[in-house]
C-alpha cells in the first residue's frame, strides 16, 4: 500500500508498508529501480544486498517483505529514501530505521521528513513498538538522540552500559 503523506508543487513524498507483500510486481520493481537510482547519483554507491541491480523479482519481494519505505521525490524523480526494516521481537515489534541516501536535499530537515514518515505508519501499523538506529554519522546520531526519548547512547541517558534487551535486538539485526 502506498500512502502519500506530503505533496507540494514539485515534491512529493511517499511512504510504502512491507512493499515485498503489498506491491504488485510491476510498481514492486519500479520502487526498487528508484532506490538503484538515487543510490547511483547520490555519489555514493553503497553496496548493500537491497541495492544490487541483479535481484531477481522474487529476491526483492523477499527482501522488502518486512521493511517500510519512504521516498522523496522533486518532479516525480527520486531524490532520497529511508529503508527501515520491522523486526518481530518478544515485547513488542522493532523497527530499525536503517538506511538513508539522499541524492538532492531541498535544504529543509529532509532527514527528518523521512524519518517521521516511517514513524508515522510504523505506529498506524504496529501500535507501540521500539526503535533502533546504527550509524556513524554525526548528523544521524544527533537527529536520533534529539527525536528519540531516551536514546542510548545519547546525551541525556546516563547508561554507561547498553540497556536490557540491547544485544539481542543487535542479533536480530545481523
Known amino acids: 500500500m502506498t500512502v502519500n503523506i506530503y505533496s507540494f508543487n514539485e515534491m512529493g513524498l511517499n511512504v510504502y508498508w512491507k512493499p515485498g507483500d503489498e506491491l504488485n510486481d510491476l510498481e514492486l520493481k519500479k520502487l526498487h529501480n528508484r ?22 523479482l522474487v529476491q526483492i519481494r523477499i527482501h522488502l517483505k518486512n521493511t517500510i519505505v519512504s521516498e522523496f521525490m522533486i518532479d516525480n524523480q527520486p531524490k532520497a529514501f529511508l529503508l527501515s526494516f520491522i523486526l518481530e521481537h518478544a515485547k513488542r515489534p522493532i523497527v530499525h530505521t536503517g538506511l538513508m541516501i539522499i541524492q538532492q536535499n531541498p535544504g529543509a530537515n529532509l532527514m527528518g521528513l523521512l524519518f517521521l514518515s516511517i514513524i508515522n505508519i510504523a505506529f498506524e501499523k504496529l501500535g507501540p513498538f521500539s526503535i ?31 540497556p536490557p534487551g540491547h544485544k539481542e535486538i543487535v542479533h536480530k539485526l545481523k
Open 132 to 162: 533502533t538506529n546504527i550509524t556513524s554519522t554525526p548528523s544521524s546520531i544527533e537527529f536520533f538522540a534529539e527525536t528519540v526519548k531516551n536514546s542510548w547512547p545519547g546525551p541525556d541517558v546516563k547508561l554507561k552500559k547498553s
Open 35 to 56: 532506490l538503484l537510482i538515487v543510490n547511483k547519483n547520490s555519489g555514493s554507491n553503497i553496496k548493500h544486498k537491497l541495492l544490487d541491480e541483479n535481484l531477481t
